[in-house]
Every structure is written in C-alpha cells, then in structure tokens.
C-alpha cells in the first residue's frame, strides 16, 4: 500500500511539471522571443572583414583572441590587421639542425669575367646550386635562406649543405679554369638510322630526360662518326663549332617569331560586324642555354643544357555561325594550331679528354628568322630550320682550351640534299676561323673535328 501511495505521487508532480513546461513554451513562442541560444555563441560577433577590423592602441605586435567562434588575428605595424599570426623577432631564426650561416665573397666571377653591365651573373651561380641541392632543400624543413647580389653570396643552410655550395662556388671562381670553354656541333639527320654504323664507336651513359640518348666517345671514334656521317645525303650542319663558350658563363639565345591567329568569335550587336573577334598569338620557336662548369678535380665538366622548341605544324580551320540581324547565315572561320613541342633541361657530367654526344631523338624545328643575338653559336639554327619540318639531332660537345684551334668546315648540303665537299685524310679540305664572344681566336689546336689530337 506503501509503495502505491509512493508511486502515485511521483505521477502527479510528472504530470503538473510536464503541464506547467508545455505553458512557458507556448508563450514564449507567441511572444516572438529567439530560441535558447548558448551565452557564448550569443555574445560572439561575425568575423569582420580586415579593411574594417576594430583598432586598439594598447597592442602592436599581439594577437586579440575573442570568444568561441571567432578567428585569432595578428595586428603587425607595417602589414595591418591579419588572419596568420605574425612576429617580429628576429632572434628567432630556426637553428634546430646546427645551421650556419656563411657569405661567400663571388667578385673573381662577377667582377672578373668581364660580363655587360646589365647582366647578373650571380643569377648563374644561384641556379646552379639550387640545381644540386635541390628546391626542396630551401623552401622545407630544415629552415635555410640562399640570396646573391653581385659580391657575396648570402647562405644560411646546415653544414652538409654549406659543403656542396662551398664546392660549386670554388668552381665558378677558380681562376684555373679561366681559360677553358666548350664547343658544340650541332647535326640533323632525317632518319636516325646512323647508330646501325656508328654503334662500334659509343659507350652509353645515363641520361634522366626520356628519349634522349647519351654517349662518350673517344676523340678518334668521334672523328672517325662525323666523317661518316658528312657522307650521308640527308646530313645537315645545323650549328658549326665557330664559337668558344666560356667556363661557368651562361650562353643565352632565343629566336622566335609571332603568329597571330584567328581563336574565337562572338555574337555582339555593339560592334560593326556584329561580332567580336578574339586574336591571339603564339611565340614559335627556340630557346638554349647552355652553361659548363669544370669540376675542381680538373678531370670531369659539367654542363646545364636547357632546350625549349615550339612549333606550329599547321592550323586548322574551323567555321563558327555568327548570325547577324542583317546577315542570319553568316559564318566565320576561325582556326586551331596544331603545334609539337620538345623540352630538354639536363646537367650532364663527362671526362674532359672525352666527347659527349647526345641525341636529341627525332624532334621539330621551327623555321625562325628573328633571332636576338645573330652573332653567336648557335646563329645557324635560325637559317638552317625549315618550316613544319622533324628531324634526327645530335650535339656534339667538347671541353677545349682558348688556344687557338683550327676549325674545318665540313661537307654543307647542296639543294637536293647531297654533300659538296669532303674531309681529306681526317682534316676538312677548307678551314674557318671565327672569334667568340670574349674576342678569342680560333685556330691551332686541333679537336675531334679538327682531326686526331
């Protein structure tokens, strides 16, 4: 009986709570009052935006953190209000991974190499570092900072770091390979057939670029290759070796043309044709840079080669309806290029008493008449490339002395394509000389192309 009564009122003070709760909800639902609504979350505001943010005088440099909700702002001095918290202590550079700090003096490259005075051969020295270390190594963990002017280059990097760039800037200042350059021969071939004869003559090395082949050869091999290959009827000398390009300097050239086209066009009434029309252009052609460098050992060079080709093949019409209140069934012809494009960026490492020759695979050669230095080594390409044309390149490269080296000029193509000339006993019945950039004269040594050291 007890436990009855107990019951009992426990279900009637459930039920006069439950009756009394639905009463305040309902009025407060009739009288517009919002919803319940967390303190915090009631008392937060909207992020403003930064043009409007709220100013303080008592903080600088401090970081205002408001309720739940709301981002954590930097106030700096100089940038104004930010989303990214900022500091300004420079005591605070990383040094988690024993980083030292150095600054290479680089004036016997910069200073001493007689470069234009609107150059910035610092720039070469800089790229050849961040080619063997990597981006990666300045732009990730551990913390480091790599910066040139044209006196000192600024490194902040770990020991293992600061080694390999000691190393490469010793190379580029050492005076001991002032006097060392390279030449290049550049050859085109229709098929790439000439390996079948020339195979006793190769040793390959390792390449990282994908269809492109490389080899070392003997100066004897090499001359013996080139003399058989000036015998074939699709040989063509696209850049002879006329110019020395110095140790450590960069060769620039680029020869491009534009061509505009017809891409797009639209229906506008504003205009006097009733349409608008979208031209664009396309910069065909070729850029090279080339830059060696000898490694201290004296034994080994080493060479950037960049080679960026764009051609256009042909283009493509097309006709767009461009209907017109005056002319409905007007129809314009727009066009699409078809184009081919071949890129080489390699660093390349062979004995200097050796040859290396690459072969570029078959790749396009745009015709280009517009080259901004015509009086360097590779002046040739620009008249010696027809139009929509492909063939088989191979490049020729030797380390040499400045002496002077007698360069022969070897059989040129004819109009149907044959040879005109010969080489005589390993040496070219007719011989060229030509100064380089620095004024160098060309003319006693011989080279594989010159004949048999």
Not at 5 to 30: C, D, H, K, N, P
Not at 352 to 368: V, Y
Request: net charge neutral; aromatic share 8%.
């Amino acid at each position: 009986m007890c436990y009855r009564f107990i019951i009992g009122l426990f279900f009637v003070f459930g039920l006069s709570y439950f009756f009394q709760y639905s009463v305040e909800a309902q009025q407060t639902q009739s009288s517009g009052a919002a919803a319940f609504t967390p303190p915090d979350m009631a008392a937060s505001k909207p992020l403003q935006p930064l043009a409007a943010a709220p100013t303080t005088t008592d903080q600088t440099t401090t970081d205002t953190t408001s309720r739940l909700g709301q981002r954590v702002r930097s106030r700096d001095s100089v940038l104004g209000d930010r989303i990214a918290k900022i500091t300004t202590d420079l005591e605070k550079i990383p040094k988690s991974h024993d980083q030292i700090w150095r600054e290479y003096d680089i004036t016997p490259y910069t200073k001493g190499r007689n470069f234009p005075a609107t150059t910035q051969p610092e720039h070469t020295i800089v790229d050849w570092i961040l080619r063997q270390t990597g981006i990666k190594t300045w732009h990730s963990s551990p913390f480091g900072i790599l910066t040139a002017d044209s006196e000192k280059l600024y490194v902040y990097h770990t020991k293992e770091v600061q080694l390999v760039v000691a190393d490469i800037v010793d190379r580029f200042v050492n005076p001991q390979f002032f006097n060392e350059s390279c030449t290049i021969r550049m050859i085109s071939l229709s098929r790439p057939d000439w390996i079948v004869k020339g195979h006793q003559y190769l040793r390959p090395m390792w390449i990282a670029s994908p269809g492109i082949q490389g080899w070392i050869l003997e100066r004897e091999g090499a001359q013996a290759l080139l003399q058989e290959l000036a015998h074939r009827i699709d040989f063509k000398e696209i850049a002879p070796p006329q110019f020395l390009i110095p140790n450590g300097i960069a060769h620039n050239v680029i020869s491009k043309k534009q061509r505009t086209y017809l891409r797009d066009v639209q229906v506008n009434s504003s205009t006097l044709n009733g349409y608008a029309e979208d031209r664009v252009t396309i910069d065909e052609g070729f850029s090279i840079s080339f830059v060696p460098l000898s490694f201290l050992d004296g034994l080994d060079i080493a060479a950037t080669i960049k080679l960026d080709i764009i051609q256009i093949e042909k283009m493509i019409p097309l006709m767009i309806d461009a209907p017109t209140a005056t002319n409905p069934r007007q129809r314009i012809q727009i066009e699409a290029p078809q184009g081919a494009c071949f890129k080489l960026d390699e660093m390349i490492r062979w004995p200097k008493n050796k040859i290396l020759l690459l072969d570029l695979g078959t790749i396009p050669l745009p015709n280009c008449s517009e080259q901004t230095e015509p009086q360097n080594f590779f002046s040739g390409l620009a008249k010696n490339m027809t139009a929509s044309s492909r063939a088989n390149v191979l490049l020729f490269i030797e380390c040499v002395t400045n002496n002077s080296v007698t360069i022969p000029v070897l059989p040129s193509s004819s109009p149907n394509g044959g040879s005109t000339s010969s080489l005589v006993n390993g040496q070219s019945n007719t011989s060229a000389t030509a100064p380089n950039k620095s004024g160098t004269t060309i003319g006693a040594n011989s080279s594989y192309w010159q004949g048999i050291r």
